[in-house]
C-alpha cells in the first residue's frame, strides 16, 4: 500500500557528488520523520541523516559537511545531496519514512529497496 523508490545511486570517484532520490508513494496521510541510512559490506545498518516535516535535520558526524538532506512535502520526496565522496561511503543506501496511511492509523516506518553507491578510482 506504501512504496518507497531510490533512485540516483552509481559508480563516483573519491571526490565526486551524487545525489540520491527516495520517493513515497501510495495511500499515504502523513509523513514525519524521513531518512537515509546505509550498510557497507560485512557491516551492520547505520544511520545516515534525518529530517523531520519542519525542515529540523541531523547528521552522523561522519558525512557532516559534505551530505544535505532535504525534502519536499508536497511531493513527499526525500533527497540527499553526497559531496566529497570517500571510498568509506561505499554502501547500499536505504531511505525510510515514518508514515501515516489514514488519520486513525498508527505510524509505520517503510523502507526502500536500497541503491548502490561505489566510491573507487
Known amino acids: 500500500q506504501v512504496q518507497l523508490v531510490e533512485s540516483g545511486g552509481g559508480l563516483v570517484q573519491p571526490g565526486g557528488s551524487l545525489r540520491l532520490s527516495c520517493a513515497a508513494s501510495?495511500?499515504?496521510?502523513?509523513?514525519?520523520?524521513m531518512g537515509w541510512y546505509r550498510q557497507a559490506p560485512g557491516k551492520q545498518r547505520e544511520w545516515v541523516a534525518t529530517?523531520?516535516?519542519?525542515?529540523?535535520?541531523n547528521y552522523v558526524d561522519s558525512v557532516k559537511g559534505r551530505f544535505t538532506i532535504s525534502r519536499d512535502n508536497a511531493k513527499n520526496t526525500v533527497n540527499l545531496q553526497m559531496n566529497s565522496l570517500k571510498p568509506e561511503d561505499t554502501a547500499v543506501y536505504y531511505c525510510?519514512?515514518?508514515?501515516?496511511?489514514?488519520?486513525?492509523?498508527?505510524?509505520?516506518?517503510?523502507w526502500g529497496q536500497g541503491t548502490q553507491v561505489t566510491v573507487s578510482s
Open positions: 525510510k519514512a515514518d508514515i501515516k496511511s489514514t488519520d486513525w492509523a498508527p505510524r509505520y516506518d517503510y
Open positions: 529530517i523531520t516535516s519542519g525542515g529540523r535535520t
Open positions: 501510495g495511500r499515504i496521510f502523513s509523513i514525519n520523520v
